[in-house]
């Protein structure tokens, strides 16, 4: 059976730092096509599922726990605020702050799309057992704990 893949030189077919590349690749146009049935982006579910898990918060805060640059944050917000997903309001201790909250439809998308995202890790991962998809996400999260230590 021959691959679909892109033919690459055997030293990069076997090097660690290409094979993380192009798997993430994959991985991010999966999530992206995912998303787009919900007609929303990465951004917007970084941003939904930070609400859900942590309250509302500062538009600041919020990009910072995301890692979301500023400008990104507030076009992203304006969106979801649009579609009725997030509310924004000022800081009662801070008026020159905004406070960004979830509507109920947003902690519903936000459920919604990580069901996506679950799906997306079941087709991504498919040919790995249970255990295989454990080892690889702590070796994962290791890499990259060891290179986003400050």
């Known amino acids: 059976m021959e691959s679909s893949a892109p033919q690459s030189p055997a030293g990069l077919s076997t090097t660690p730092s290409w094979l993380l590349n192009q798997t993430a690749s994959h991985a991010a146009r ?3 096509e ?3 049935a919900h007609d929303l982006r990465g951004y917007h579910y970084r941003l939904l599922a930070t609400l859900a898990e942590d309250g509302p918060a500062s538009q600041a805060d919020l990009g910072r726990r995301c890692g979301i640059d500023r400008s990104d944050v507030v076009a992203a917000i304006n969106d979801l605020a649009g579609r009725g997903l997030v509310v924004r309001a000022p800081d009662p201790a801070d008026r020159r702050r905004n406070i960004i909250s979830s509507t109920d439809a947003g902690a519903h998308e936000a459920r919604r799309m990580a069901e996506t995202v679950d799906r ?3 087709d991504l991962l498919a040919p790995l057992s249970a255990a295989e998809r454990d080892q ?6 290791r890499l990259l704990d060891h290179h986003t230590r400050n």
């Open 120 to 122: 997306v890790q079941q």
């Open 34 to 36: 995912g998303f787009a």
């Open 30 to 32: 999966l999530l992206s």
């Open 136 to 141: 690889l996400t702590r070796l994962l999260t």
